[in-house]
């Protein structure tokens, strides 16, 4: 279930009154995104599925009108692969990972197609070119052992998969809403609404020239907003679990 931006503005507005409800609309939104991304307490995972031979670029599997903002695990066949930067990635792999090994496209499809052809054939027309990974576009495919963002809608597994096996890729990630987003998951909303509410509230009030404007009140706001921000993000890494704490002693040397 969503839950919408526009539900904060009865509790934002007497703060703020005379401020048109898309304008505060917009900076829930914008409040949104900056507290998912500091607490990354928007967290979820997907059913895992199969990667392609040969083939090291995926997109992420993710709800719609989100971004992926931070990924905690990714595994492929119940193994962890290491999460690096592009940098790092690079750095390890600087052959890079080319899609199928860098074979042309067009010369992975086998057989004559039947399309364009001056007479219709029936027989033709069904048995048309097949597409067949040969040995070469396999040849730098092994067993992926490092994904890597290439870009905030995609990422890289390098080797690529070959094809000695099925490759099952399963990732925990966290997530923030997108620019046009309208809402947000209502259990995250939940949770967060505190912080998103400081942290809108500290923007709104300093927009210059407008009749709610009131410096004194947002630097109010941006300091509960930093301390929500941080109580919220070690509520998500501690979750439900309640650790003990000990004391050892350190040895004089």
């Known amino acids: 279930m969503e839950r919408t931006f526009e539900s904060l503005i009865p509790r934002l507005q007497p703060s703020v009154p005379g401020c048109p409800h898309a304008t505060i609309a917009q900076y829930v939104r914008t409040s949104a995104i900056r507290t998912c991304e500091r607490t ?41 692969l290491e999460v690096l930067t592009l940098d790092q990635a690079v750095a390890r792999y600087p052959e890079w990972a080319d899609l199928y090994s860098g074979v042309p496209f067009a010369e992975l499809w086998v057989g004559d197609g039947a ?21 070469e576009a396999l040849a730098k495919a092994s067993d992926p052992r490092i994904i890597t963002q290439i870009s905030p809608d995609q990422f ?18 966290a997530l923030k809403p997108t620019r046009s987003a309208t809402g947000i998951s209502a259990v995250i909303f939940d949770e967060l609404e505190d912080v998103i509410m400081h942290g809108a509230l500290q923007e709104l009030l300093v927009i210059p020239n407008m009749a709610w404007s009131d410096r ?13 921000v941080a109580e919220r993000r070690a509520r998500a890494n501690l979750g ?9 002693m350190q040895p004089f040397g």
């Open 40 to 80: 990354l307490a928007w967290r979820t995972t997907h059913t895992p599925y199969a990667l392609n031979p040969g083939v090291p670029t995926y997109a992420y599997q993710k709800p719609a009108n989100t971004d992926v903002h931070a990924v905690f695990l990714a595994t492929v066949n119940g193994r962890a």
């Open 216 to 228: 004194e009140l947002a630097s109010y706001h941006a300091k509960q907003y930093t301390y929500h």
């Open 115 to 135: 399309f364009n052809e001056a007479a219709f054939n029936e027989q033709g027309f069904n048995a048309g070119a097949q597409f067949v990974l040969s040995d």
């Open 156 to 173: 890289i597994v390098i080797p690529p998969p070959d094809a000695s096996r099925t490759y099952m890729l399963r990732m925990i990630y």
């Open 240 to 248: 439900n679990a309640r650790g003990t704490m000990t004391a050892k």
